[in-house]
C-alpha cells in the first residue's frame, strides 16, 4: 500500500501542478467564443486536423472570428489566432516561447541542440552566423547550383498522357539534392548511405496524423517536458530509429565540419556552401560565439526542415497551374521571355508572374498551416480588430495565463478576407500583380506571408526556399506542359506538413506530362 502510494506520488504532483495551471488558464479565456466540442476525449482536434485539410477553420474563422476558441483533448481550451497584429505580438514580443508538442518533436528528431529548440541568447547567437550564409547576396551564389539540380529534373522527367506521371519523388529527391550542395557542399551520395536512407524514413514517418497521435502528443504535452522527452529512451522501434537518425547526423555533420575546419584553418578555399562559411566564420573570428559542434547539431534540421518543405510547395504551384492552362501559358510565356541581369544570370526576380505565382502558392498552402507557441507569463495579446466575447462584451485584447498554448494559425491568417480580399478563398496570382495586396503593418520575412513563420524563429531557409521555387518552377514549365488526369486527384492533406494525397490518403501527385521544348 504505502509502496505503490509513494511510487504513484511523483506523478501525481506534476499532475495536480497541470490541473491547477490548466483551470487557471481555462478561466481567462472562457469567455472567447468557439465551436462546440465534438467530444471531451478530442474536443475539436480531429475536426481541425483531420481532413478535409481547412474546412472546419475556415468556417469557425468565418463564424467566431480571427480568434476562436476550440478544444483539445480532455477537455483542455486552446486558441486558434489569425488576426495579424497578435500574431505579429505573440511571434515577436518575446513572451511566448516555442511550445512542448514541436518543442519535444524537433528534439526527437533533430537533436537536443539543434536552432528550433534553442532559445534566447543562445539561440541569437547562432541565428547571427547561420543567417550570414542566407543573405540575399549569398544565396544568390547559389543559383547555378540549383540551375543544375532543376536540370537534372527534367531529363529524368519522361513525358507521358497515361498512365499519369506521380512528380512527387522526383521533385522531393531534387529538393534534397540543392539542400545538400547548397548547405555541404556534396552531392547527396557522398552523404553516408545509411544517414541518407535513415533521413527518408524518419521523413516518411514523421508524416502522419491520426486520432490515436494526437492523443499521444497531447498527452505527452501534459507530462512535465523531461519526462516526455525521455520516452524517446523506451524499447520500441519507433524511438530507436530517431536514437540511430541523430547519431548519424552527428557523425555524418562532425565528418563534414572536420573536413571544413581542416581546410578553413590551412586558409584553403573550402567552397561557397553554407557548412564552408561557417568553418571560415569560426576560424577568423575568435570571440567564440560559433563552435564546431554548434554546426554539427544542425545537420538533422537542416536536411529534413528544408527538403519537403520546398517540394511540397513547387508541388502545390504544379496542381493549380495544371487547373489553370492559361495560367499556365502566361507563366510560361514569361519564362521563355527570360530576363537576364548584366552578368547574363537569368535574373528570376524581374519574372511578375513567376514570383507572383509562388506567392500565391505560399498563401494557399502554406506547408506549416500551424504552428505553436506558449505563453511565459501572464500578459496580453492585442488584436487589430475586436472580437466579441460570450457575454456580449467587446474585446480589443486578450488575457491570457502563463502556459497558455496558444495555436497560431497561418493558414487562417493568409485566407482573411479583411487582408487578402473578397476572393482570399481562391488562387489567383493577379492579386499580387494588381497591388491588391496590403503592404502596411509588415509581418513575417517574404510578402507579408506567415508561411515561413516570423520572429526570431523565422524559417533561416526562406530565401532559399524562394529562389529554388523560382528556378524548378521556371525550368519544368520551360520544358513541360502539366495537367490533371481525369481518374485522379490531388488533396492537401495535413501530416504535420502539408502534403499532397491522392484520394486514398496516399502522398501522390499525378499529372499528365507534355514536351513544350
Ligand atoms: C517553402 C519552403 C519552406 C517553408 C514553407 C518553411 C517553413 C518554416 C516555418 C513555418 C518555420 C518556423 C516554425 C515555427 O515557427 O514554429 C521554419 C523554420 C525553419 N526552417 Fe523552414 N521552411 C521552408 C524551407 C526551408 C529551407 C530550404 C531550409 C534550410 C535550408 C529551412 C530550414 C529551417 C530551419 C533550420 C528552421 C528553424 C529556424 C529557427 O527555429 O531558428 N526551411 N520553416
Ligand atoms: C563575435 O564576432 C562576431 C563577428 O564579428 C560579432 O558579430 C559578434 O557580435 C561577436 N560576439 C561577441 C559575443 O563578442
Ligand atoms: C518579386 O518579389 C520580390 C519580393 O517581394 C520583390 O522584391 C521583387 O521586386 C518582385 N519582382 C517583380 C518583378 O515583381
Not at 75 to 104: C, K, V, W, Y
Amino acid at each position: 500500500m504505502t509502496y505503490s502510494a509513494t511510487a504513484i506520488l511523483p506523478f501525481l504532483v506534476p499532475l495536480g501542478l497541470v490541473l491547477f495551471s490548466t483551470i487557471r488558464q481555462q478561466r481567462s479565456i472562457q469567455r472567447i467564443p468557439g465551436p462546440p466540442p465534438s467530444s471531451w476525449l478530442l474536443g475539436n482536434m480531429l475536426q481541425l486536423f483531420l481532413p478535409p485539410y481547412g474546412y472546419y477553420d475556415d468556417i469557425w474563422r468565418k463564424t467566431y472570428g480571427t480568434v476562436y476558441r476550440f478544444q483539445g483533448c480532455f477537455g483542455r481550451d486552446r486558441l486558434m489566432i489569425s488576426d495579424p497584429l497578435a500574431l505579429q505580438h505573440i511571434l515577436n514580443s518575446g513572451e511566448f516561447e516555442f511550445a512542448p508538442i514541436f518543442d519535444t518533436l524537433f528534439r526527437w528528431l533533430f537533436g537536443e541542440r539543434n536552432m528550433a529548440v534553442l532559445k534566447g541568447e543562445e539561440h541569437r547567437n547562432l541565428r547571427t552566423a547561420w543567417n550570414a550564409a542566407f543573405t540575399a547576396g549569398a544565396v544568390r551564389q547559389y543559383q547555378p547550383i540549383l540551375e543544375k539540380v532543376a536540370q537534372g529534373i527534367s531529363e529524368k522527367l519522361d513525358p507521358s498522357d497515361s498512365p499519369a506521371i506521380d512528380i512527387c519523388p522526383l521533385i522531393s529527391s531534387a529538393t534534397v539534392g540543392s539542400t545538400t550542395e547548397v548547405v555541404f557542399g556534396c552531392a547527396v551520395d557522398d552523404l553516408g548511405a545509411e544517414f541518407v536512407e535513415s533521413n527518408s524514413n524518419i521523413m516518411a514517418s514523421s508524416a502522419s496524423q491520426s486520432s490515436a497521435q494526437i492523443l499521444i502528443d497531447e498527452f505527452g504535452g501534459l507530462l512535465p517536458s523531461w519526462l516526455f522527452r525521455r520516452t524517446i529512451y523506451l524499447p520500441t522501434k519507433a524511438s530507436q530509429a530517431l536514437r540511430t537518425h541523430v547519431e548519424l547526423a552527428s557523425r555524418e555533420g562532425w565528418r563534414l565540419v572536420h573536413e571544413k575546419m581542416d581546410a578553413a584553418k590551412q586558409g584553403l578555399d573550402g567552397g561557397d556552401d553554407v557548412y564552408s562559411m561557417l568553418c571560415e566564420y569560426i576560424c577568423a573570428f575568435t570571440n567564440k560565439s560559433l563552435r564546431p559542434e554548434d554546426i554539427v547539431a544542425q545537420t538533422s534540421v537542416m536536411m529534413i526542415g528544408g527538403s519537403d518543405t520546398t517540394a511540397y510547395t513547387l508541388v502545390w504551384a504544379l496542381v493549380e497551374l495544371a487547373k489553370n492552362p492559361e495560367l499556365q501559358d502566361s507563366l510560361r510565356a514569361e519564362i521563355h521571355g527570360r530576363p537576364r541581369t548584366s552578368r547574363g544570370d537569368v535574373a528570376y526576380d524581374s519574372m511578375p508572374l513567376l514570383n507572383a505565382t509562388i506567392k500565391e502558392s505560399l498563401r494557399m498552402y502554406p506547408v506549416r498551416p500551424w504552428t505553436y507557441r506558449v505563453a511565459t507569463k501572464d500578459t496580453f495579446i492585442p488584436l487589430s480588430q475586436s472580437i466579441l466575447s460570450t457575454n456580449g462584451e467587446r474585446l480589443s485584447q486578450i488575457q491570457v495565463k502563463k502556459g497558455q498554448l496558444v495555436t497560431l494559425g497561418f493558414a487562417s491568417y493568409q485566407k482573411l478576407e479583411s487582408r487578402w480580399g473578397e476572393d482570399s478563398g481562391q488562387f489567383n496570382p493577379g492579386r499580387w500583380l494588381e497591388s491588391r495586396v496590403p503592404q502596411s503593418a509588415a509581418i513575417g520575412p517574404y510578402a507579408n506571408l506567415l508561411a515561413f513563420s516570423g520572429g526570431s524563429h523565422t524559417c533561416v531557409g526562406w530565401r532559399l526556399a524562394v529562389l529554388e521555387m523560382q528556378v524548378i518552377l521556371s525550368e519544368l514549365i520551360d520544358k513541360f506542359a502539366f495537367s490533371l488526369p481525369v481518374e485522379e486527384s490531388i488533396e492537401p492533406r495535413y501530416m504535420t506538413n502539408l502534403m499532397p494525397t491522392n484520394a486514398d490518403g496516399q502522398k501522390r501527385a499525378a499529372f499528365c506530362v507534355k514536351r513544350v521544348l
